[in-house]
């Protein structure tokens, strides 16, 4: 990975944790390095699923067409105002 710096972490595992980790290692012929990555790669889109769908998708909802993001919150004064200036001439 050339031009792109990493970050070094330094992490305690006890020893059973350790021991897992070396002979996964072993077996999968993968580096210790690469198992944590994708262990944590795993953890956070996990963790990301767990929102709540209407939070995932907040920044799209009840802006269509127009833009404006309030008119669920906001419509019926809208009406009246409309209604106000229909009969009012």
Do not use: C, W
Not at 29 to 58: C, D, H, R, T, W
């Amino acid at each position: 990975m050339r031009g792109k710096k990493e970050n070094m972490l330094n992490v305690r595992l006890d020893h059973d944790t350790s021991q897992k980790l070396t002979e996964y290692s072993q077996q999968h012929g993968s580096s210790k390095s690469a198992i944590v990555k994708e262990a944590l790669a795993m953890y956070f889109n996990k963790e990301q699923s767990k929102q709540l769908p209407f939070a995932l998708g907040s920044d799209l909802f009840g802006t269509a067409k127009s833009g404006q993001a309030d008119h669920s919150v906001t419509y019926k004064s809208k009406i009246k105002s409309k209604l106000h200036e229909k009969h009012t001439h």
